[in-house]
């Protein structure tokens, strides 16, 4: 029995992590840019947290579009008998 490596990353879950990263550096830049939260420190907290989380969301969508980029390329497809 031969694996089937094609399917190992499939393309939703990097549209997700890429959407992900969008939503929360989307939500920091509004956390910065308006007057919602009007404690200076809860307001900086909050926007550091949604850097972080943007950046990690974003590092594993790269991650994930070269695993996706690999696996497509393997020749190596499963044939049951």
Known sequence: ???DYK???PKGM???AAAG??????LAA??????????????NAAAGVLLLGGAAAGGAALWMEGLY???RRCKI?????
């Not at 509004?30 to 307001?43: F, P, Q, W």
């Not at 497809?77 to 008998?81: A, C, F, H, K, M």
């Open 30 to 43: 509004l956390c910065k840019g308006t007057k919602l939260i009007k404690n200076e420190t809860v307001k």
């Open 7 to 9: 399917n190992w990353m």
């Open 1 to 3: 029995m031969k694996a």
């Open 21 to 26: 990263a969008a939503g929360c550096l989307g």
């Open 77 to 81: 497809r499963y044939s049951p008998r």
């Open 14 to 16: 990097v549209h997700a």
């Open 69 to 71: 980029r690999a696996f």
